[in-house]
């Protein structure tokens, strides 16, 4: 390839999307592909780290389409599926209890833990909601002041600041029978583990733009300083991808390695400073097990002194038994992108999302309910070099 070709990497993404109908144009996608595959003189593998990525790529074909040129590492951005065995466990236990009404957003209610399901807890009889926003689990404390109202604080830094404002209003409101059951996690101490796991094989990242919408994209500089990686922050939309993608190959092909901002309609470099006040004020950083991987150093949001007081778990003395996955299950090898969910045995047989043996199986942006959904029985798209 002439060199010439290779070093337009500034000026072939070129189309700026601005209205929604533009985001899938087939026009557009021609262009980017046609770009990466002129660009790439190798394969060169890159991990998405969202989950919502990971769907985008799996239900438009994006891993077939530039197969020969990039290998799609699909990472553990999943907040369902990395939450830990242990802390659904717990979930189970609070929301059995008789005085507890237990709220949740509703992709936790089929994840399986070692003692069974919120649905299952449910289906007995247990008090247990779906709601859309913690908020909504603040107002029913105020609204049934006889019950304790608990609210399973799951997710990356894109949930948790609705959270800190939740027990932000809480403490304000005096509510004694409103806590959390947290078990937040953060983007930058998993890319890190990933980049230190033995045989990692992953030499760029599609960072989540909508992590990075929070809190910016500072958190990034040292990784990429560190690890010689280039991390571009993305979208979720296929052209979205497809411009991370480019960026990603641009860099490596020139031997760069810098943090670039794909998904400037969305994310400045300083983020959310509103959101970012209330995650400082109302959380500290923690170690925290990850599913299925293990524990990360730092990787967790749990509450700071001032609100410990709003924490379930110290509330109800419910804390972990120790907890055993499932054996069958390789979702830890898939979170890792060590695996492709096909090659795990369940797949579709003994694991489907009516009957999920794992976390992967039951989230919406979990990766073996992607290739469930959309490629079904099909293997993992591979070169055919
Ligand atoms: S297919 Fe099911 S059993 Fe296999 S890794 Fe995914 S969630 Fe676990």
């Not at 070709?5 to 026009?27: H, M, N």
């Not at 043996?357 to 099909?378: D, I, K, N, T």
Request: hydrophobic content about 40%.
């Amino acid at each position: 390839m002439p060199q010439d070709e290779r070093t337009a990497c500034g000026q072939a993404g070129g189309s700026v999307v601005r209205y929604l109908d533009e985001f899938g144009d087939p026009a557009a996608a021609e262009r980017l592909l046609a770009h990466v595959r002129a660009t790439a003189t190798r394969r060169w593998s890159i991990m998405e780290v969202c989950g919502g990525q990971t769907h985008t790529i799996v239900r438009h074909g994006i891993d077939a389409l530039l197969a020969e040129q990039v290998r799609l590492v699909h990472g553990p951005g999943c907040p369902v599926c990395v939450t830990p065995l242990e802390i659904i466990d717990r979930a189970v236990t609070l929301a059995a209890r008789p005085e507890v009404t237990f709220c949740s957003f509703g992709d936790m209610l089929r994840v399986p833990g070692s003692t069974g399901d919120l649905f299952g807890v449910k289906a007995r009889g247990g008090d247990v909601r779906v709601v859309y926003s913690p908020l909504d689990a603040v107002a029913l404390a105020r609204s049934e002041p006889d019950r304790q109202v608990v609210f399973f604080a799951i997710g990356f830094e894109t949930t948790a600041p609705a959270v800190a404002m939740a027990v932000q209003v809480a403490a304000r409101a005096g509510l004694g029978n409103f806590s959390v059951l947290v078990s937040h996690v953060r983007v930058p101490p998993a890319i890190e583990a990933v980049l230190r796991a033995p045989g990692c094989g992953v030499q760029g990242f599609l960072a989540a733009g909508h992590v990075c919408t929070v809190m910016g994209t500072a958190e990034y500089e040292p990784i990429v300083a560190r690890h010689r990686v280039p991390i571009v922050v993305t979208g979720f939309e296929p052209l979205d991808v497809l411009e991370g993608i480019r960026r990603v190959v641009c860099q490596l092909e020139e031997g760069r390695a810098e943090l670039d901002n794909a998904y400037p309609r969305a994310v400045s470099p300083e983020g959310n400073p509103a959101a970012r006040a209330a995650l400082a004020e109302v959380f500290e950083v923690c170690d925290r097990t990850w599913r299925g991987i293990g524990t990360i150093p730092r990787s967790g949001l749990q509450l700071a002194p001032a609100y410990a007081r709003f924490d379930a778990a110290t509330r109800f003395g419910v804390e972990g038994a120790g907890a055993v996955e499932s054996s069958r299950c390789r979702a830890g090898e898939v979170l890792q992108g060590l695996i492709s969910p096909p090659e795990c045995e369940a797949f579709g047989t003994d694991c489907t999302p009516a009957h999920p043996l794992g976390a992967p199986m039951v989230s919406a942006e979990g990766a073996c309910a992607a290739y469930h959904r959309y490629r079904r029985r099909e293997g993992p798209v591979r070169s055919p070099s």
